[in-house]
């Protein structure tokens, strides 16, 4: 977390966030352009805020685009912020960029100190699943072209099909959410989940996208809370208390 408060601690670091929020996924030619300063110096920062990991990138061709990753923020309220500014908190962690595509794409990376085979199993076993997901049951026979669904309280909340599945590396998903009509009238996106190991622990990336541009929300705006409860769980055993935790045991109950 040190990383990530000397990140923030600088005016020009937290603009070039800003305007990833605005518009993620841009390219280094993109945001110069927006700052007043030698891409040289825009290259400098980006690379101490990807060193926090506050900003991911990915190839697309020949370009370079970069992604606000929300993750590392997540985290630092999930230690020290009360519920009581949860409300605050979320606009810090809110995913309602606009972009000037006709999709979306978001990306969520974070590092947990695990094996890929026990990284595979937690995304993949039922009961280990449900600990981060809010307690959403979701069962598959995982082979490809195989079909997946996520139950609440006995109801579907989601269901897929696994595109692609290479165990420990890389598992593509459709996705459609069910939760509600307002959900369920975005029909089908896409989730892939990609394993890097390094060194005793791995660079888990998940990629939502093929979302519509100005997409509901709560397709993707869980995905912190989720990763964050995946990481808590494989490294101490505990569960992690988040928001949407909070209402699924005051549903349960």
């Known amino acids: 977390m040190d990383d990530v408060f000397r990140a923030i601690g600088d005016p020009t670091r937290r603009r070039l966030l800003d305007e990833l929020f605005k518009r993620d996924g841009q390219t280094l030619s993109a945001l110069e352009r927006r700052l007043p300063m030698t891409r040289f110096g825009v290259m400098k920062h980006l690379r101490l805020l990807e060193q926090a990991g506050l900003v991911v990138t990915r190839r697309r061709g020949r370009e370079k685009l970069h992604f606000l990753n929300p993750i590392p923020i997540r985290r630092v309220h999930d230690r020290w912020v009360s519920k009581y500014a949860e409300p605050w908190a979320a606009a810090l962690t809110g995913l309602k960029q606009a972009l000037e595509e006709t999709t979306m794409e978001k990306m969520f990376e974070i590092y947990i100190k695990t094996t ?11 009961e280990m699943r449900g600990k981060y997901t809010f307690g959403a049951v979701v069962t598959s026979n995982w082979s490809k072209g195989s079909r997946y669904e996520g139950l609440g309280h006995g109801t579907p909340i989601f269901e897929g099909e696994n595109l692609e599945v290479d165990p420990p590396r890389k598992l593509v998903q459709s996705f459609r959410a069910l939760w509600d009509e307002h959900v369920k009238s975005e029909g089908t996106s896409r989730v892939t989940w990609e394993i890097v190991p390094v060194g005793d622990s791995c660079r888990l990336t998940v990629t939502h996208d093929q979302l519509r541009e100005g997409a509901n929300g709560q397709l993707y705006g ?26 699924w045991l005051e549903a349960a109950g």
């Open 222 to 247: 869980g995905w912190p809370m989720i990763l964050s409860g995946l990481k808590t769980l494989l490294e101490t055993g505990e569960l992690l208390t988040t928001p949407g935790s909070q209402r």
């Open 116 to 126: 890929p085979d026990r990284l595979w199993q937690a995304i993949t076993d039922t």
